[in-house]
């Protein structure tokens, strides 16, 4: 199944899933270690480890404000890497032990390597996850996004991540 499949299938979940029970000024540091792959074109598909971090900030008992930035490095006939920052919001369906969450964002990415030139590319992204509650405070969990502007440039992520929360009394 291609990512952009089953991230529609997720979304189509998303919509059904009821509102989560947390609290409005939650805070949310996540720092994540994934699988990383972007396409510029046909011909230039690498693959590679990509290195994250998130803040959220909670507006409201599902929704909170995120930023996010990363970077990778990957490897196909050479050396390559990324570096890209995204502005979004992510919507929690439930918060129990298990917490499932979407988020949507725009931003930018900045893809280099050997045999082509730098580019900085604009970008949407949507990705899926889900956190399981060791504590109010501490999380960890797994994630998938991906990350395109409908052209011929995407970047597909998956990985594991720890989360650390704050400021919810």
């Given at each position: 199944?291609?990512p952009?499949?089953?991230?529609?299938?997720?979304?189509?979940?998303?919509?059904?899933?009821?509102?989560?029970d947390?609290?409005e000024?939650?805070?949310?540091f996540?720092v994540?270690?994934?699988?990383?792959?972007?396409?510029?074109d046909?011909?230039i598909?690498?693959?590679g480890?990509?290195v994250?971090f998130?803040y959220e900030?909670?507006?409201s008992?599902?929704?909170s404000?995120?930023?996010?930035a990363?970077?990778g490095?990957?490897?196909?006939?050479?050396?390559a890497?990324?570096g890209h920052a995204?502005?979004g919001?992510t919507?929690?369906?439930?918060?129990?032990?298990?917490?499932?969450?979407?988020?949507?964002g725009?931003?930018?990415i900045?893809?280099?390597?050997?045999?082509f030139?730098?580019q900085?590319?604009p970008l949407?992204?949507?990705g899926?996850g889900v956190?399981?509650l060791r504590?109010?405070?501490?999380?960890?969990?797994?994630l998938a996004?991906?990350?395109t502007?409908f052209?011929e440039?995407?970047?597909?992520?998956?990985g594991?991540?720890?989360?650390?929360?704050?400021g919810?009394?």
């Amino acid at each position: 199944m291609k990512p952009i499949c089953a991230l529609a299938a997720g979304l189509a979940i998303a919509v059904a899933a009821p509102a989560a029970d947390a609290s409005e000024d939650d805070r949310a540091f996540s720092v994540s270690l994934n699988y990383g792959r972007y396409t510029l074109d046909e011909d230039i598909s690498p693959d590679g480890g990509v290195v994250g971090f998130d803040y959220e900030h909670g507006i409201s008992d599902a929704i909170s404000l995120r930023a996010s930035a990363g970077g990778g490095l990957y490897y196909q006939d050479g050396p390559a890497y990324s570096g890209h920052a995204v502005v979004g919001v992510t919507y929690l369906f439930d918060v129990l032990k298990y917490v499932p969450y979407a988020n949507i964002g725009a931003g930018g990415i900045v893809l280099g390597g050997d045999g082509f030139d730098t580019q900085l590319e604009p970008l949407i992204e949507i990705g899926f996850g889900v956190d399981f509650l060791r504590s109010r405070e501490f999380s960890w969990g797994v994630l998938a996004r991906y990350e395109t502007y409908f052209n011929e440039t995407s970047f597909f992520t998956a990985g594991a991540r720890l989360t650390w929360r704050w400021g919810f009394f």
